[in-house]
């Protein structure tokens, strides 16, 4: 087994909403080691967006322990996580969030402003990461004139440029057509397979699912499933 990327302990997660207590999350233990590609599935309000949200650390737990990458994340302030946001963790959504009067590249060079990157470097990855998920020569291209796959691939470029150690992806397909689904899907394959990248990813699409090595349902706030399948070759 490859050393566990994700460490998470009897993590819980609950809001107090007035007189109303919600556990979002329950007790939820589990390990994603480096280079897995897990899809997590489950029924709104199952709890597998607050568990996303968790491990990307855009929110904290109530108690329970979530390790990244041996760190204690759930200990960290809020300035610290942001920080690891930025330089560990790429966010892939469901509505791209791309800037629509910024061209490809300068969209992809947005997350490095907030490093102590040289100007030309900024550039030079921004055109990497747009070669690497096959968008070389629509760099100038604004998002008015891509397609809604090419937008996902911009999106997932940017996500890339800060070379995290993992990618979250929250519903990547749920804009696309089933055709453009595969191929952003097979792009996730190959950043997988050839590149080592760890993919978590949310979906409620099945179809989409067979795409993971690893498949985790959660249901009223704990993992009901964590299945292991072959995944597309």
């Given at each position: 087994m490859s050393q566990a990327l994700i460490e998470v302990r009897d993590l819980w997660k609950v809001y107090e909403l007035g007189d109303v207590r919600v556990e979002a999350l329950r007790g939820v233990s589990l390990d994603i080691a480096k280079g897995e590609l897990v899809a997590v599935m489950g029924a709104s309000g199952?709890?597998?967006?607050?568990?996303?949200?968790?491990?990307?650390?855009?929110?904290?737990?109530?108690?329970?322990?979530?390790?990244?990458?041996?760190?204690?994340?759930?200990?960290?302030?809020?300035?610290?996580?942001?920080?690891?946001?930025?330089?560990?963790?790429?966010?892939?959504?469901?509505?791209?969030?791309?800037?629509?009067?910024?061209?490809?590249?300068?969209?992809?060079?947005?997350?490095?402003?907030?490093?102590?990157?040289?100007?030309?470097?900024?550039?030079?990855?921004?055109?990497?990461?747009?070669?690497?998920?096959?968008?070389?020569?629509?760099?100038?291209?604004?998002?008015s004139q891509l397609s809604g796959g090419q937008q996902q691939r911009v999106a997932i470029a940017r996500a890339l440029v800060n070379q995290p150690s993992m990618l979250l992806a929250d519903e990547p397909t749920g804009n696309l057509d089933s055709r453009t689904s595969s191929e952003i899907m097979e792009l996730f394959r190959q950043l997988n397979v050839q590149q080592g990248i760890t993919i978590v990813l949310v979906t409620h699409e099945p179809d989409i699912a067979e795409w993971a090595r690893r498949v985790i349902t959660f249901r009223d706030g704990e993992v009901m499933t964590d299945v292991a399948q072959k995944g597309r070759q």
């Open positions: 199952s709890g597998k967006s607050t568990f996303m949200n968790l491990i990307g650390c855009l929110d904290r737990p109530t108690r329970g322990i979530y390790r990244l990458e041996g760190t204690d994340v759930s200990t960290l302030s809020s300035d610290a996580r942001a920080t690891i946001r930025n330089q560990q963790i790429g966010f892939v959504f469901q509505s791209f969030n791309l800037i629509a009067r910024t061209t490809a590249v300068e969209n992809v060079e947005l997350p490095l402003f907030y490093g102590d990157i040289p100007i030309g470097d900024q550039r030079r990855r921004a055109l990497q990461a747009l070669a690497a998920v096959g968008l070389g020569g629509r760099e100038s291209h604004l998002p």
